[in-house]
């Protein structure tokens, strides 16, 4: 029962607060996170975030990022696969270097430093997705660039990972395992969604609530299948989405399914990133926050709008990728915490890094609103 009055909580606030936003000319979901942190343990502490929220939260990313794949043309993602890979390479290696130099300026050990660079290498791109949405232009070129930038970013990021924790956590999860698991994944995701999806499509075609359901069980499976492989369970959402975006029976689950998705689930995943929040020792660590915060934003940024810049975008056009590319979200959240379990960061600078990767999501919406003309 304490759920439910939980959810009716944060669905009222976060609808309230995101129409201000609106009101004010900023994306919603900067008002839905704000609202998390209201609420939170960092400011009020009427909510903390508990493991059924948080499966709440994770079913919101998940189908937002299965929306995004829904709604993209797949030869517009072919187009741009090389704006995509260049973006995301410049948009790793920049902030790597970034967070490492802080790490060693402010004297960490050369294990924190190199963990740090790792951490804020990584990009979520489901904030930049729900201001792309709400700015009628997730299927521009930038957005299909960013959304495929994505994929390749999660993939070398977890790539560093797994070599950081092959250094200190004995043989658990060799290199070598990683780069088979991640090339299985795609083989059989894309044999999948090119063999079978579209016969099974077709035997529910007739039904639009049993398409639905299809529809619902794949994103969910292939979610499932992409986090047991060791990479991010977006990941897998999103080529759910990809592979039924040729399918004509989309426009029933866009029309019929994503309502209730952007009404319940969306705003819990938002609202769950602000309950993340937790101000608890910052003060000792407020030079490494600030430095942190300000490396993370300008590296990633111009990382990527060089790579955008080199592979024919214009200046706006880079500065809009570079800028989509700039939240950590939850990619980075979830790497700090396993760096934080195997040893590879202390609790002391566990905080300023999440506080950072915070800060980082929400300058995201308005740096990507104030970029963007209206479609």
Request: aromatic share 10%; proline share 3%; net charge neutral.
């Amino acid at each position: 029962m304490e759920l439910l009055w939980q959810l009716a909580l944060i669905i009222v606030a976060a609808k309230s607060v995101g129409y201000l936003s609106q009101r004010l000319g900023q994306p919603s979901v900067l008002g839905e996170i704000i609202v998390g942190i209201l609420i939170g343990p960092a400011v009020f502490g009427w909510l903390t975030f508990s493991h059924s929220l948080e499966t709440f939260s994770e079913l919101g990313v998940i189908f937002l990022m299965f929306f995004a794949g829904l709604e993209t043309n797949m030869k517009d993602l072919r187009d741009n696969q090389k704006s995509a890979i260049t973006v995301a390479v410049l948009g790793v290696i920049a902030p790597f270097i970034g967070g490492y130099l802080v790490g060693y300026l402010m004297g960490l050990s050369l294990t924190h430093s190199l963990f740090i660079g790792i951490v804020f290498s990584a990009t979520s791109v489901s904030i930049s997705v729900q201001t792309f949405r709400e700015l009628n232009v997730l299927k521009s070129r930038e957005s299909i660039t960013v959304l495929g930038a994505a994929v390749v970013d999660d993939v070398l990021v977890i790539v560093g990972l797994a070599v950081m924790l092959s250094l200190t956590v004995a043989d658990d999860m060799s290199l070598s395992l990683v780069f088979i698991k991640q090339l299985v994944f795609f083989i059989v995701i894309i044999l999948i969604s090119w063999k079978i999806v579209p016969l099974i499509a077709r035997l529910f075609s007739k039904s639009n609530d049993a398409f639905i359901v299809f529809a619902a069980i794949l994103c969910l499976s292939f979610s499932y299948f992409a986090d047991a492989m060791g990479l991010s369970n977006i990941i897998g959402a999103f080529i759910a989405g990809l592979a039924l975006s040729g399918i004509k029976q989309k426009v029933v689950v866009e029309e019929k399914f994503a309502p209730a998705i952007f009404t319940l689930f969306v705003p819990v995943f938002f609202v769950g990133i602000g309950l993340s929040v937790d101000f608890t020792g910052i003060g000792s660590h407020l030079l490494l926050l600030l430095l942190l915060t300000v490396v993370a934003i300008i590296t990633k940024l111009v990382g990527a709008a060089i790579g955008a810049r080199v592979t024919g975008f214009d200046t706006r056009g880079s500065l809009i990728i570079g800028a989509a590319m700039i939240s950590r979200g939850e990619v980075a959240l979830i790497t700090a915490s396993l760096g934080l379990s195997a040893g590879l960061i202390s609790q002391s600078y566990f905080t300023p890094i999440i506080v950072a990767v915070i800060i980082t999501t929400l300058v995201t919406p308005p740096l990507l609103k104030a970029l963007i003309k209206p479609a």
